[in-house]
């Protein structure tokens, strides 16, 4: 059975990853958005912004990182500015976070969400504004609808996807797995 680690960007986001990696050992890593640029082994790259890869990725290799196995965003570029492949999923609406949560889905048979609670009052743990992240509330509808698909391979470490989803539990991570597709 393979799990994965999804990484987002709230402020609360190395808090879960650290209270989750006390609980398993996950076999692919993740990366929401600007996570990919500092985390050191990532396996997927997601974003709904594909236009900030350039410049992510510059800072990624500046900084000595290897690439990251994959990168994923929701629509074909003609030109990324980037040289390596942009891997397309067909995922509409729940921020970049449900993104990276489908791709997740596609390569692994249990998920486990770090620092996407999607609550509007989370800041950025890299850019935080005042006043919190409001557009989290909207985000909700497709994590809603998509609730049928999620609920019994994804768990979150915090927020509303949490209190959604459930939090994940050592009888849930080594319980049976459950099928998924390959991604490619």
């Known amino acids: 059975m393979t ?7 709230a402020k609360c986001v190395y808090e879960d990853i650290e209270a989750a990696l006390k609980l398993f050992k996950p076999d692919v890593i993740v990366a929401v958005k600007d996570i990919g640029v500092t ?3 990532v396996d997927h790259w997601v974003t709904y912004h594909p236009e900030r890869l350039p410049k992510e990725l510059a800072e990624r290799r500046k900084a000595g990182l290897p690439d990251p196995g994959k990168i994923w965003s929701y629509m074909r570029q003609k030109k990324s500015g980037i040289d390596l492949p942009i891997h397309v999923m067909n995922t509409r609406g ?7 949560t489908d791709v997740a889905l596609a390569v692994a048979d249990k998920v486990v969400l770090c620092g996407i609670p999607l609550d509007p009052d989370q800041v950025h743990y890299r850019r935080p504004k005042k006043g919190g992240w409001p557009p989290a509330r909207a985000y909700r509808l497709a994590w809603t609808e998509a609730h049928p698909r999620l609920k019994d391979r994804v768990r979150s470490m915090s927020g509303w996807t949490r209190k ?9 991570l080594h319980g049976a797995a459950v099928a998924h597709s390959q991604a490619s």
Do not use: N
């Open 3 to 9: 799990t994965a680690l999804v990484m987002g960007g």
């Open 94 to 100: 729940g921020s970049s976070g449900l993104l990276g």
């Open 39 to 41: 985390w050191p082994h």
């Open 164 to 172: 959604t989803l459930g939090e994940p539990t050592e009888e849930w």
